[in-house]
């Protein structure tokens, strides 16, 4: 059973690969510290909103409904991920067509895949949600503990979905559009969950609580479709239901989908992106300025680039509101400024570590008769070309209706470039690959780095423009 291309040795080989593509793997031992620190502050944070859950405690029915949007969120958010993670292992890998060539079954192959998809998006939600299961059951509350084989079934539930449609849509339109539907769709997903959240802002508070009230499950309702929050709210008998359902939708797809998934797999191994007809060179002035348009069209090139910059620019929309009048918050600037503040710094951070990461003959360019301080500079100048770019329209704004806080709003620009530059060109964030079969460059550090430059310098933007930042501590 455990002999090479059994089920068991299989899986452990799955196994051994995704942990090497991790991102702690990937980023080296030094970062283990602040992700257990994160850890720490996580399961802490946890407790206390466990303790308050505990004290206050919710009728039945807003809980079942609480949970039920919860599993849907968790559903499409893992779904997404899945479709890209299916994509990388099916066809990235660049392993399928010889395992198939090989006497190993295709299901076989299909089964190792999909349980390892799907681990792998269940675990960051088994982390969040864990902790709150944890503080709960310090407290007393054991049935949050079904929060853990819930969220593993929602899982197994997604990948195979995002299976399913992958084979489909890879044996059709190629791994490249594929992939852009899975952006697609974590993008949508991302500004629904926007929106809801900043629905308070701008809908009335009667109607959004008619809206709650109607949506509210009736007392006693055992309707099909509230099994799940049961589930989540640990009951036994629909807890049993969905992971049942969950493991059959699983097993039918594993059984239904090999023929196709080795068909798909043979297409994506020969498909070609189609041309886009001969492109006439032109010299640059100077090697500078052909290093800098290099380095843009890296950037233009990168996969999801339209659907990133838009879900890293979601922090516009209160902006835009608030100068155009729409919503009041505070004096405007004392929410304006630091947000804007903190998204430079954030699309500074992801445009740098787009060009580095992108970048796959170092060794080439470092050969040419051209300082390595010039490519340093191309990269820092694309970087901050398109991160003004995107704030253009949000400074006109603020120096239309804000004028008095423009001077400290760029001068906290400035500092947040200029410190997430530097952070993106020493440890860029991990990103989706350049390309397939291309090696995957970044480290957690510089996300959790590039984080807190940009909190700290929002901070300082913020202390900045309000005319009395304590005050609230001291209570006037």
């Known amino acids: 059973m455990f002999a090479q291309g059994g089920f068991p040795w ?32 996580f399961q802490g944070a946890a407790l206390l909103l466990a303790g308050a859950i505990s004290r206050h405690p919710l009728p039945l029915p ?11 969120f968790f559903g ?102 594929a992939r852009r539907i899975a952006n697609i769709l ?41 099994i799940p929050g049961r589930a989540m709210l640990g009951q036994t008998w629909p807890l049993l239901t969905c992971l049942t359902f969950s493991l059959a939708v699983f097993g039918l797809v ?34 500078a300025l ?32 608030i100068l155009g009048g729409r919503v009041h918050i505070g004096a405007g600037k004392q929410v304006v400024a630091p947000l804007l503040t903190f998204l430079a710094g954030q699309l500074a951070l992801f445009f740098i570590s787009v060009m580095v990461g992108g970048d796959q003959a170092p060794d080439l360019a470092a050969s040419a008769p051209v300082s390595p301080a010039t490519f340093r500079r191309a990269r820092l100048g694309g970087a901050v070309y398109a991160t003004l770019l995107i704030l253009a329209l949000p400074l006109a704004g603020v120096a239309w209706r804000e004028g008095s806080v423009l001077p400290v709003l760029l001068a906290g620009i400035a500092g947040v470039l200029l410190s997430n530059l530097v952070v993106g060109l020493k440890a860029p964030i991990p990103l989706i690959r350049a390309d397939f079969g291309k090696k995957q460059k970044g480290t957690v550090l510089g996300l ?29």
């Open 10 to 41: 299989l899986f452990g080989h799955e196994i051994r690969l995704l942990w090497r593509g991790s991102l702690l793997v990937r980023s080296r031992r030094y970062v283990l510290v602040p992700v257990l620190m994160v850890a720490l502050i």
């Open 62 to 72: 807003e809980m079942i409904l609480v949970a039920d949007l919860n599993l849907f």
């Open 76 to 177: 499409t958010l893992m779904l997404s991920r899945a479709m890209s993670a299916a994509i990388e292992v099916l066809y990235s890998r660049g392993d399928v067509d010889f395992l198939l060539a090989s006497p190993v079954p295709p299901g076989r192959v299909l089964a190792v895949r999909m349980i390892g998809v799907g681990m792998t998006v269940a675990a960051p939600w088994l982390l969040l949600g864990g902790a709150l299961a944890n503080g709960l059951a310090v407290f007393g509350q054991f049935w949050a503990l079904a929060i853990y084989p819930m969220l593993l079934a929602v899982a197994l539930l997604a990948a195979a979905a995002a299976f399913a449609l992958v084979v489909v849509l890879v044996g059709r339109v190629g791994p490249a559009v």
């Open 186 to 226: 974590a993008l949508v997903m991302g500004v629904v969950i926007f929106a809801l959240g900043q629905a308070p802002r701008y809908i009335a508070p009667a109607v959004m609580a008619h809206f709650w009230q109607a949506m509210m499950p009736l007392h006693g309702d055992a309707g099909l479709n509230w």
């Open 254 to 287: 594993w059984v239904t989908l090999d023929a196709d998934f080795a068909a798909g797999s043979i297409t994506a191994a020969a498909h070609r992106p189609g041309g886009r007809g001969r492109h006439k060179g032109k010299f640059r002035a100077s090697p």
């Open 290 to 321: 052909a290093v800098w348009v290099q380095n843009l069209r890296l950037l233009a090139r990168f996969p999801g680039l339209v659907t990133q910059t838009v879900y890293r620019s979601l922090t516009l929309v209160p902006v835009l509101m």
């Open 448 to 476: 959790i780095l590039g984080v807190a430059v940009s909190s700290i310098w929002a901070l300082l933007v913020w202390v900045a423009v309000t005319p009395d930042p304590l005050g609230w501590l001291m209570g006037s």
